[in-house]
């Protein structure tokens, strides 16, 4: 069979690695290039993919006729503007995680899509498609947890994972917002009424990230992320509601899933608990994705606007964390520098 | 002809007086004279109950101990709203006080507190603290101050236990009113985490702190019966040299228990987790791989004997002991908590003044 989209892909660090095998599964999809400002990455990463050429230059990689659509997976701090000369090159475009580390990167995107009528589509979803998410969406109900007050994502994983460049630190926009997607998600989106937070570089490669935030409704949450050789790894999700508290812990030796509810005599009660289970990371994007440039509207994983609502998020704790102070209005907090 | 032993005198024998003072004061150097509580008829049951000795005196009140000959220190084991002006009232009086946590309702009482202990020179103030609880706090100050975790960026206090309120457990309903505890977990048991974490990491100065609250589980009660105090505590404060502190505490939680503190440093971490196999450990990473090590123990023990043990040798000696939270470092406990309160109440970021 043919494959119905061609791909570029751009960008061959950590996340590349994690979506090759899903992508040389998937034949509906062909890899025609791989770029990666790496040479000898993009060498290396073109060999995944049999019929792949690996192109010396992004622009080498956009002008090829074969090419459709681009996944991106580059540096966090250059995907807006890789994202907006694919699609002003014509080709529909997968951004990792939320695109832009703004909301603004964001709308340049979109805008650049609109302009070009392509598909600008976003893969912050890697958590909320998973498996045990579902599990836990069975319980994230107003009847199961009552009224939600706290929330707790972490992930805390070693560095030696962590296969972004020094440079790009990229634990906290992408791995971030992964567990950001996947929280807010599971809440129904509850706004952002402010935060505070602290972001430090750890190690040669590592970032440890910990946002605390106010959401309207009265919910406390907090986000930490890290990669370090230096703390125990961790990865776990916790909603709690007055009538039930849910977990995901998916840590090598955690619980798995648990939802404990309230009791007579005012106990807490396990109601389920489930080990770990392994996820697909990365098929239902790439078949939403599929699915947006055939039919023009994608059905599953993030939207544009949720995309924007993750990178008004790091937005403002990227602004908090240098002003060291609880920021509420993004355009107020910039214009305060 | 040997020297008669210290007297001290019990105040308010309730259930932490049974199960932790009391215990502790027989095998000690001190003699207990007199125990007192506000209801006398509840003291005349203590002393029957204890099987303490005829010469142990009843007060129903400070001033009557206050009044009999052989006092040298005070315990105080009342509910948190009557700790400040007992204690002022008992250094003024020329004795000795240990005081139950949490140490005082406010920072303004806190300040009274200091106030006294600083015109009664040679007087000493011990508010209970569980420090030392699994012996690994010195170890663990030790290390920061030798900089094997580097520079401190992140301390974490994790208190979270799923139906341990009071009112859960058929307690006394003061505890859950904000008149008389102050607050919930987060003053009862977050005081104690705030004290060690403090100890350990040499006072650092708090800049601000943003905190929300959550009040909300059912209390059993009568409707008539105050609850105000909070469930859930969070919140998230900035100190020197970029330092932040993350906390939750709560007696009451739809989830497992937790009951740990932790120090991020650019370097290594230390992790005391009551709830692990192993309590009290250092990480960090030699050539990209993870290594943990037992943290060592070797703390003299927390309890009420330890206590009056030390204070003991300081009433004989003056040598400094430090099994307690002195009236300075109390008030800095308080000073925090209160802006965390406030914080949580307007919903907004509470810069910190300088309790120093
Ligand atoms: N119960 C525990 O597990 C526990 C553990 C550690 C610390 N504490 C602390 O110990 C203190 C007492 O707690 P508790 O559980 O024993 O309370 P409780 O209610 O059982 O006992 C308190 C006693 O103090 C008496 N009292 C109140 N005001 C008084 C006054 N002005 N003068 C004399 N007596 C007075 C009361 O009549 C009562 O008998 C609190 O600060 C608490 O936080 C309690």
């Not at chain 1, 926009?173 to 997607?181: C, E, H, I, Q, R």
């Not at chain 1, 706004?191 to 602290?198: G, S």
Request: with cysteine; hydrophobic share 45%; aromatic share 8%.
């Amino acid at each position: 069979m043919n494959p119905t989209v061609k791909l570029g892909l751009a960008g061959c660090g950590g996340a590349f690695a994690n979506d090759r095998a899903e992508l040389a599964k998937d034949p509906a999809y062909g890899v025609s290039a791989v770029w990666d400002a790496e040479p000898a990455a993009a060498q290396a990463g073109a060999q995944a993919f049999p019929k792949a050429a690996a192109c010396s230059s992004y622009a080498e990689l956009l002008a090829r006729a074969d090419v459709d659509a681009v996944i991106l997976t580059a540096d966090a701090s250059e995907r807006a503007a890789l994202a907006c000369a694919a699609l002003e090159a014509g080709k529909h475009v997968l951004c990792e995680g939320c695109g832009g580390r703004s909301p603004e990167e964001v709308d340049r995107i979109l805008e650049a899509a609109r302009a070009n009528g392509k598909i600008a589509a976003f893969h912050a979803a890697r958590l909320r498609l998973a498996g045990f998410t579902a599990l836990a969406r069975t319980y994230a109900t107003p009847e199961r947890l009552g009224r939600v007050y706290r929330v707790e994502a972490v992930l805390h994983r070693p560095a030696r994972e962590n296969s972004v460049p020094p440079e790009a630190r990229a634990i906290f926009p992408d791995a971030g917002a992964y567990l950001l997607d996947q929280a807010l998600d599971l809440l129904g989106w509850p706004k952002l009424e402010a935060l505070t937070a602290q972001i430090v570089p750890h190690g040669a490669t590592g970032e440890h990230a910990c946002v605390y935030a106010r959401l309207a409704g009265g919910i406390a949450f907090t986000l930490d992320v890290a990669a370090s050789d230096r703390l125990r790894p961790r990865h776990a999700l916790t909603i709690l509601g007055d009538r039930g508290g849910l977990a995901i812990d998916h840590a090598k030796g955690g619980r798995g899933f648990s939802f404990i509810e309230e009791a007579p005599g005012m106990r807490a009660k396990l109601m389920e608990s489930k080990p770990f289970f392994a996820f697909d990371p990365w098929g239902t994007s790439l078949r939403s994705f599929r699915e947006a440039i055939e039919s023009g509207k994608a059905t599953e994983g993030t939207t544009p606007a949720q995309a924007r609502e993750l990178a008004r998020w790091l937005a403002l704790a990227r602004a908090s964390a240098d002003q060291k102070r609880e920021v509420r209005n993004l355009a107020e907090t910039l214009a305060a520098v | 002809m040997t020297a008669p032993r210290p007297g001290i005198a019990l105040v308010g024998c309730g259930a932490i007086a049974a199960s932790a003072h009391l215990p502790g004061i027989h095998p000690s150097p001190f003699e207990l004279r007199a125990v007192c509580d506000m209801d006398r008829a509840r003291v005349e049951r203590f002393k029957q109950d204890q099987k303490l000795p005829g010469s142990v005196r009843v007060c129903a009140s400070l001033d009557e101990v206050l009044a009999l000959p052989g006092i040298d220190a005070v315990s105080v084991a009342t509910p948190p709203a009557s700790h400040a002006f007992l204690s002022i009232q008992a250094l003024d009086a020329g004795k000795h006080v240990l005081c139950e946590k949490p140490s005082a309702l406010s920072s303004r009482e806190n300040w009274a507190i200091c106030a006294a202990v600083e015109r009664n020179p040679g007087r000493t103030i011990q508010f209970f603290s569980s420090r030392f609880r699994n012996g690994h706090a010195r170890a663990a100050r030790q290390y920061v101050r030798e900089g094997r975790i580097g520079r401190p960026y992140r301390a974490e206090i994790q208190f979270w236990l799923p139906a341990a309120r009071t009112c859960d457990r058929g307690g006394p309903p003061w505890f859950g009113q904000k008149a008389l505890a102050g607050g919930g977990p987060f003053m009862d048991m977050g005081q104690y985490f705030l004290d060690r974490l403090f100890y350990i990491l040499d006072w650092p100065r708090w800049h601000s702190v943003s905190a929300q609250a959550f009040t909300g589980f059912p209390t059993g009660y009568d409707a008539k019966v105050v609850y105000d105090v909070e469930d859930h505590m969070s919140l998230f404060a900035r100190g020197d040299d970029g330092l932040v502190l993350t906390l939750d505490t709560t007696a009451r939680v739809n989830q497992h228990w937790r009951w740990s503190s932790a120090i991020h440093g650019s370097e290594g971490s230390l992790v005391l987790d009551n709830t692990a196999e192993k309590k009290g450990v250092f990480l960090t990473d030699r050539d990209g791989v993870t290594v943990e090590e037992d943290l060592p123990v070797h703390e003299p023990g927390q309890d009420m004997q330890v206590r009056l043990e030390q204070l003991a040798a300081f009433m004989a000696t003056g040598a400094p002991f430090e099994l307690g939270t002195d009236a300075r470092q109390a008030l800095a406990i308080s000073s925090f908590c209160e802006a965390a309160y406030r914080s949580a109440s307007d919903g907004t970021e509470i810069e910190m003044e300088d309790a120093a």
